[in-house]
């Protein structure tokens, strides 16, 4: 026999009856009266629990509080690292930064990666998990600064860095608040978190610079980054958002060529130029060559004053449209151009015609105007070339004094783009406005520039086949997602260019070199180490505190043995801050799963990748788990700028002020993050989906209810054996698969699916039909009756099953489930129990009887609309079926089997009959009325109770 021992553990307790047994010794043996109904209440075995229906928002806040107190959430991390047992399983936080307050993106993610730790320590599994944040960069920097209202020309770097720390400090205890709040599982306390700021880990990060470095990884060079004016500083592509509007102001300007290739010796003593269009006329000042395809056709063209133009012949259409008629006079190859020169707009010198991979026919004119200081494919046309790389842009963003005294000190994206179209206004022959995709600087929302400066970089180059092959068996949830998501990343990593890791700021971790005479790098591993001691005496700050011969130290100024020592002012990018962070919070370096946003594409999951590929020659990571973002119910992105941001704090707790908001719990916030946040791109938060969370949160409250009520333990006379009816031993076979199914989609990090079959199971399965109909049998049978110790044992099941499906995406609604439940004396939370089914619960045979029987309720309920257990029926069945029924009703007619109960009718006729093709169904009235006390059986008379429960009171009385 199946049992879960729940009701066994009932008949030790002596709970007392006494009301119920004084209401039925009323009733004696062979009685003849004529009872009210309301005289029957008390000797109905009625579910019995004190958890509430219902909560109001403001207990709904209080039992939030209390429960995250009571079960221990805030051990629960701790505990499990000392209970549970291994091997770990490993999530590694990608840290989100110290700056603001909490937010949508914050929840998703947050809630996601806690639904996934609770779901493998509800299985009894050890996790490890260590929070994190990402503590420097120009985002705090420039909130600190905002805050003291000064800029960081007027602070010193030591001033600076101290306000950025208090900032982010300040930040981080609003945001750990906010996830504990949350119930996110994690030793929340200083020791038990990662910061990237912190003495342990810059050592840790300096030590894997000087690695990168000796391996020949790490480098400095001369070369164009992204750079922002606004910030100035260079900025990752990862740093930067595109603005679809922006507006650029193009110019199609004519270069007066001075040496002709043999192809063009005919027009030798002509005017004739070279036609160059370009949207950034503000780098004019800094071109250094001029641009051609080899492989394609130029056209030599002359206008009506007499002026030839050179144009690529795909092109001259387009040209015509901006300047006027062209007449073609000659074509040539593209190749013929080579040893062609041309006069630089502003300097006047000679400069070469150049073939270049990069130039196309499919916009402009053909010929690329090439400033190597401000472009990236016309830099490396420099490089081949051996150009000296002419810079005339300073960090500000304004020419330089070398650009020329007419352009000295004005900003190129301001005035210096009409600076210069002014001066060469007899050469520029169409100006337009292009609206176009740009990027910005995705923190002060500014416009960037391309410009050459020296950084230190990282070769990816050279890891690049390495990291792809390592990611060959990577997983990626969801599945759905997989080929998109791999394909996403593998563009990523193919498409990257080097990696600018330097930045020209204070708030961050040194770059640990020096420079010897202003010029030389000098860095080495006993000199980082020597860094790495100093700062885990003095803190990170020692590098801008203390004398740079106290950094170097003696016996080193004395090796170098030059007259000029100079500290370097860069810091890492803090993208190789949180890049490196596998190496010091993952215990063997590698985690089994990283959970963030798809923008992290192009971000963290690179940048592990990256440097775990370079130092370990492995990813860091087994699998990637990958959420979308919050977005309004017009799916448009949250922002202070347009009004539509919704907090989850207004969320949890509501919103007072102005338009009133519900306080829906941390319980339905965490149910729409599990329902949508691991599905979509974008995840929209919208009150009706919100209120779509709050009433299926509602729902499993309900149904935990009557769990908890049915498993009431009342006392009984004997030692019960529970008795099993087929509905039990199906409502087990579906527990087990239930179970088995939601265990595969945790294990997949499928929550969308795992809240949709949550729903359907305990609404329908549970609710709609076990719960329904063994009610008869839970209320009305005598307290000793086997069948009804069965029911209750399969309540219990379902009750310690389902309760444990829903406790990672529901941990408070879960813990207040438990600490209700009848055998919980001790109050001991969920996530402290162990629990396990067995496997003879899985009975396929018993599916397909009870199954066969469900499909005839369905017939019978069609046919009427009246209470069916005032109806008879007459099942006729093929003889495929009949057998099966057999099961639920051995006797041809009945008014006690279970096939009665299964279809809720007073009475069943089972008759197998060969011409039946598909089940028959047929009813009539039993014109007779129901009995008061169980409303389930007619009455033996006018007026009495039923058979049944005559005898069930007067075996009670005896």
Same mark, same amino acid.
């Given at each position: 026999?199946?049992?879960?021992?729940?009701?066994?553990?009932?008949?030790?307790?002596?709970?007392?009856?006494?009301?119920? @047994?004084?209401?039925?010794?009323? +009733?004696?043996?062979?009685?003849?009266?004529?009872?009210?109904?309301?005289?029957?209440?008390?000797?109905?075995?009625?579910?019995?629990?004190?958890?509430?229906?219902?909560?109001? #928002?403001?207990?709904?806040?209080?039992?939030?509080?209390?429960?995250?107190?009571?079960?221990?959430?805030?051990?629960?991390?701790?505990?499990?690292?000392?209970?549970?047992?291994?091997?770990? +399983?490993?999530?590694?936080?990608?840290?989100?930064?110290?700056?603001?307050?909490?937010?949508?993106?914050?929840?998703?993610?947050?809630?996601?990666?806690?639904?996934?730790?609770?779901?493998?320590?509800?299985?009894?599994?050890?996790?490890?998990?260590?929070?994190?944040?990402?503590?420097?960069?120009?985002?705090?920097?420039?909130?600190?600064?905002?805050?003291?209202?000064?800029? &960081?020309?007027?602070?010193?770097?030591?001033?600076?860095?101290?306000?950025?720390?208090?900032?982010?400090?300040?930040?981080?205890?609003?945001?750990?608040?906010?996830?504990?709040?949350?119930?996110?599982?994690?030793?929340?306390?200083?020791?038990?978190?990662?910061?990237?700021?912190?003495?342990?880990?810059?050592?840790? #990060?300096?030590?894997?610079?000087?690695?990168?470095?000796?391996?020949?990884?790490?480098?400095?060079?001369?070369?164009?980054?992204?750079?922002?004016?606004?910030?100035?500083?260079?900025?990752?592509?990862? #740093?930067?958002?595109?603005?679809?509007?922006?507006?650029?102001?193009?110019?199609?300007?004519?270069?007066?060529?001075?040496?002709?290739?043999? @192809?063009?010796?005919?027009?030798?003593?002509?005017?004739?130029?070279?036609?160059?269009?370009?949207?950034?006329?503000?780098?004019?000042?800094?071109?250094?060559?001029? @641009?051609?395809?080899?492989? @394609?056709?130029?056209?030599?063209?002359?206008?009506?004053?007499?002026?030839?133009?050179?144009?690529?012949?795909?092109?001259?259409?387009?040209?015509?449209?901006?300047?006027?008629?062209?007449?073609?006079?000659?074509?040539?190859?593209?190749?013929?151009?080579?040893? &062609?020169?041309?006069?630089?707009?502003?300097?006047?010198?000679?400069?070469?015609?150049?073939?270049?991979?990069?130039?196309?026919?499919?916009?402009?004119?053909?010929?690329?105007?090439?400033?190597?200081?401000?472009?990236?494919?016309?830099?490396?046309?420099?490089?081949?070339?051996?150009?000296?790389?002419?810079?005339?842009?300073?960090?500000?963003?304004?020419?330089?004094?070398?650009?020329?005294?007419?352009?000295?000190?004005?900003? =190129?994206?301001?005035?210096?783009?009409?600076?210069?179209?002014?001066?060469?206004?007899?050469?520029?022959?169409?100006?337009?406005?292009?609206?176009?995709?740009?990027?910005?600087?995705?923190?002060?929302?500014?416009?960037?520039?391309?410009?050459?400066?020296?950084?230190?970089?990282?070769?990816?180059?050279?890891?690049?086949?390495?990291?792809?092959?390592?990611?060959?068996?990577?997983?990626?949830?969801?599945?759905?997602?997989?080929?998109?998501?791999?394909?996403?990343?593998?563009?990523?990593?193919?498409?990257?260019?080097?990696?600018?890791?330097?930045?020209?700021?204070?708030?961050?971790?040194?770059?640990?070199?020096?420079?010897?005479?202003?010029?030389? =790098?000098?860095?080495?591993?006993?000199?980082?180490?020597?860094? !790495?001691?100093?700062?885990?005496?003095?803190?990170?700050?020692?590098?801008?505190?203390?004398?740079?011969?106290?950094?170097?130290?003696?016996?080193?100024?004395?090796?170098?043995?030059?007259?000029?020592?100079?500290?370097?002012?860069?810091?890492?990018?803090?993208?190789?801050?949180?890049?490196?962070?596998?190496?010091?919070?993952?215990?063997?370096?590698?985690?089994?799963?990283?959970?963030?946003?798809?923008?992290?594409?192009?971000?963290?999951?690179?940048?592990?990748?990256?440097?775990?590929?370079?130092?370990?020659?492995?990813?860091?990571?087994?699998?990637?788990?990958?959420?979308?973002?919050?977005?309004?119910?017009?799916?448009?992105?949250?922002?202070?700028?347009?009004?539509?941001?919704?907090?989850?704090?207004?969320?949890?707790?509501?919103?007072?002020?102005?338009?009133?908001?519900? &306080?829906?719990?941390?319980?339905?916030?965490?149910?729409?993050?599990?329902?949508?946040?691991?599905?979509?791109?974008?995840?929209?938060?919208?009150?009706?989906?919100?209120?779509?969370?709050?009433?299926?949160?509602?729902?499993?409250?309900?149904?935990?209810?009557?769990?908890?009520?049915?498993?009431?333990?009342?006392?009984?006379?004997?030692?019960?054996?529970?008795?099993?009816?087929?509905?039990?031993?199906?409502?087990?076979?579906?527990?087990?698969?239930?179970?088995?199914?939601?265990?595969?989609?945790?294990?997949?990090?499928?929550?969308?699916?795992?809240?949709?079959?949550?729903?359907?199971?305990?609404?329908?399965?549970?609710?709609?039909?076990? !719960?329904?109909?063994?009610?008869?049998?839970?209320?009305?049978?005598?307290?000793?009756?086997?069948?009804?110790?069965?029911?209750?044992? =399969?309540?219990?099941?379902?009750?310690?099953?389902?309760?444990?499906?829903?406790?990672?995406?529901?941990?408070?609604?879960?813990?207040?489930?438990?600490?209700?439940?009848?055998?919980?004396?001790?109050?001991?939370?969920?996530?402290?129990?162990?629990?396990?089914?067995?496997?003879?619960?899985?009975?396929?045979?018993?599916?397909?009887?009870?199954?066969? &029987?469900?499909?005839?309720?369905?017939?019978?309920?069609?046919?009427?609309?009246?209470?069916?257990?005032?109806?008879?029926?007459?099942?006729?069945?093929?003889?495929?079926? +009949?057998?099966?029924?057999?099961?639920?009703?051995?006797? #041809?007619?009945?008014?006690?089997?279970?096939?009665?109960?299964?279809?809720?009718?007073?009475?069943?006729?089972?008759?197998?009959?060969?011409? !039946?093709?598909?089940?028959?169904?047929?009813?009539?009235?039993?014109?007779?009325?129901?009995?008061?006390?169980?409303?389930?059986?007619?009455?033996?008379?006018?007026?009495?109770?039923?058979?049944?429960?005559?005898?069930?009171?007067?075996?009670?009385?005896?």
């Amino acid at each position: 026999m199946l049992s879960l021992g729940f009701y066994n553990s009932f008949r030790s307790r002596k709970i007392s009856f006494l009301k119920h @047994a004084k209401a039925l010794i009323r +009733f004696s043996s062979g009685t003849k009266q004529n009872v009210q109904t309301k005289q029957f209440t008390d000797t109905i075995l009625l579910p019995q629990t004190k958890f509430p229906a219902k909560l109001t #928002e403001e207990k709904r806040i209080e039992m939030d509080e209390y429960l995250a107190e009571k079960c221990g959430f805030s051990e629960l991390y701790n505990w499990q690292r000392a209970n549970l047992a291994g091997p770990d +399983f490993v999530l590694h936080d990608g840290p989100p930064y110290a700056n603001g307050n909490p937010h949508m993106g914050h929840a998703i993610n947050k809630i996601l990666k806690d639904i996934t730790l609770r779901s493998k320590i509800i299985k009894g599994q050890r996790v490890h998990y260590v929070p994190g944040w990402d503590c420097h960069g120009l985002p705090i920097e420039l909130k600190s600064l905002t805050e003291l209202k000064k800029k &960081a020309k007027d602070l010193t770097p030591l001033e600076i860095r101290h306000h950025a720390k208090k900032y982010a400090k300040e930040a981080i205890e609003k945001q750990k608040e906010a996830f504990a709040s949350w119930g996110v599982v994690a030793d929340w306390k200083k020791s038990g978190c990662y910061f990237t700021n912190s003495t342990s880990f810059v050592t840790n #990060e300096l030590r894997q610079f000087i690695n990168l470095y000796e391996k020949g990884l790490v480098y400095r060079d001369f070369k164009p980054v992204h750079w922002s004016p606004s910030s100035r500083t260079a900025l990752a592509e990862s #740093e930067l958002e595109y603005n679809e509007k922006h507006e650029s102001k193009c110019a199609t300007v004519r270069l007066k060529i001075v040496e002709l290739p043999p @192809a063009l010796s005919e027009f030798q003593g002509r005017n004739i130029y070279g036609l160059t269009w370009t949207t950034t006329p503000w780098t004019l000042v800094a071109n250094q060559a001029l @641009a051609f395809s080899s492989d @394609a056709v130029y056209c030599v063209t002359e206008n009506s004053e007499g002026n030839l133009y050179l144009v690529a012949q795909d092109l001259v259409g387009r040209v015509e449209e901006k300047i006027g008629h062209l007449n073609p006079l000659k074509t040539i190859k593209g190749s013929e151009l080579l040893g &062609a020169k041309y006069l630089q707009p502003i300097s006047g010198i000679s400069l070469p015609f150049l073939p270049a991979g990069h130039v196309n026919t499919l916009v402009g004119t053909g010929l690329v105007h090439t400033a190597p200081a401000h472009g990236s494919e016309d830099f490396c046309v420099a490089l081949e070339h051996k150009i000296p790389v002419l810079s005339i842009v300073n960090e500000e963003g304004r020419y330089t004094d070398e650009a020329g005294s007419q352009f000295s000190g004005k900003e =190129v994206l301001k005035d210096g783009v009409n600076a210069v179209l002014d001066y060469l206004s007899n050469d520029i022959l169409h100006t337009e406005i292009l609206v176009h995709s740009y990027p910005y600087d995705w923190r002060t929302k500014k416009p960037v520039i391309t410009r050459a400066s020296h950084q230190w970089f990282i070769n990816t180059q050279d890891l690049k086949e390495r990291a792809i092959e390592s990611v060959e068996n990577l997983k990626i949830y969801p599945k759905s997602r997989t080929q998109t998501s791999i394909n996403v990343l593998l563009t990523q990593i193919k498409q990257r260019p080097y990696w600018c890791i330097s930045r020209q700021r204070v708030w961050g971790t040194p770059i640990p070199v020096v420079y010897l005479d202003k010029s030389k =790098v000098f860095t080495s591993r006993e000199f980082v180490e020597r860094v !790495c001691r100093l700062i885990e005496k003095n803190g990170s700050d020692c590098w801008w505190e203390l004398p740079v011969e106290k950094i170097v130290g003696k016996k080193l100024m004395q090796e170098l043995n030059v007259t000029n020592v100079e500290r370097g002012n860069d810091i890492l990018d803090i993208w190789f801050d949180s890049g490196i962070s596998w190496s010091s919070v993952l215990p063997e370096g590698k985690a089994d799963l990283y959970i963030e946003g798809m923008d992290q594409f192009s971000g963290w999951f690179q940048t592990s990748l990256l440097t775990s590929v370079a130092l370990q020659n492995s990813a860091p990571y087994k699998g990637l788990f990958v959420h979308g973002f919050a977005v309004d119910e017009n799916n448009n992105k949250m922002s202070k700028s347009i009004g539509n941001v919704i907090s989850p704090e207004e969320i949890v707790k509501g919103k007072k002020d102005g338009k009133q908001k519900p &306080a829906y719990g941390i319980d339905v916030l965490r149910w729409w993050v599990s329902s949508h946040g691991s599905q979509h791109s974008l995840v929209p938060l919208k009150e009706s989906l919100l209120r779509d969370s709050s009433d299926s949160v509602n729902k499993l409250r309900n149904v935990m209810r009557f769990l908890l009520g049915a498993i009431h333990p009342y006392s009984v006379k004997n030692t019960i054996e529970p008795q099993y009816l087929c509905i039990d031993k199906y409502m087990l076979h579906r527990l087990y698969h239930y179970n088995k199914e939601i265990q595969d989609l945790y294990s997949t990090y499928e929550y969308f699916n795992v809240s949709k079959h949550i729903i359907n199971f305990v609404t329908n399965d549970v609710s709609a039909i076990y !719960c329904y109909l063994v009610k008869d049998r839970l209320y009305c049978e005598n307290v000793n009756s086997p069948y009804r110790a069965g029911a209750v044992d =399969v309540m219990g099941a379902i009750l310690a099953v389902v309760v444990r499906s829903i406790a990672p995406i529901l941990p408070h609604l879960a813990e207040e489930v438990w600490l209700y439940h009848p055998e919980n004396l001790a109050s001991v939370p969920l996530f402290h129990s162990g629990y396990k089914q067995t496997s003879n619960w899985n009975q396929p045979e018993i599916e397909e009887i009870i199954k066969t &029987a469900l499909l005839l309720k369905d017939g019978v309920n069609k046919l009427t609309t009246k209470n069916t257990w005032e109806l008879n029926a007459t099942i006729r069945v093929d003889m495929n079926k +009949f057998p099966l029924l057999l099961n639920l009703q051995k006797e #041809e007619t009945s008014s006690t089997s279970e096939l009665c109960e299964i279809l809720r009718v007073s009475s069943v006729k089972l008759i197998e009959d060969e011409s !039946c093709t598909e089940p028959q169904v047929e009813i009539e009235s039993t014109n007779r009325k129901l009995c008061k006390r169980c409303r389930r059986h007619p009455e033996s008379e006018n007026g009495e109770v039923c058979f049944r429960c005559n005898e069930l009171l007067n075996e009670f009385c005896t």
